[in-house]
Nanobody, 115 residues
């Protein structure tokens, strides 16, 4: 079983930055592929960025050039550095892990970007 706990969300003005963290715990040596998704009110959950266990990354078009996903394998932690935030980035951000065939989600952390 894997538990994911996000932190780092909050309220920020447009143009500002936030750094989200997600720590994985449980009976794991090294967590598999991880990613960040977001869900705005009234919208479907969508991929923001993901990173493989080997460090390969891919981003949603909306995140390219502004967000950076990274991971610390020693800590089983994934990060999302979000820069140049826009009001349309406002959403609940969820951490996701794909580990040994299982899919795991965190409870989410809210991000609000004011104009």
């Amino acid at each position: 079983q894997v538990q994911l706990v996000e932190s780092g969300g909050g309220l920020v003005q447009a143009g500002g930055s936030l750094r989200l963290s997600c720590a994985a715990s449980g009976s794991i040596f090294r967590i598999g592929d991880m990613g960040w998704y977001r869900q705005a009110p009234g919208k479907q959950r969508e991929l923001v960025a993901r990173i493989t266990s080997g460090g390969s990354t891919n981003y949603a078009d909306s995140a390219k050039g502004r967000f950076i996903i990274s991971r610390d394998n020693a800590k089983n932690t994934v990060y999302l550095q979000m820069n140049s935030l826009k009001p349309e980035d406002t959403a609940a951000y969820y951490c996701h892990a794909n580990h040994l065939g299982g899919q795991y989600w965190g409870k989410g952390t809210p991000v609000t970007v004011s104009s």
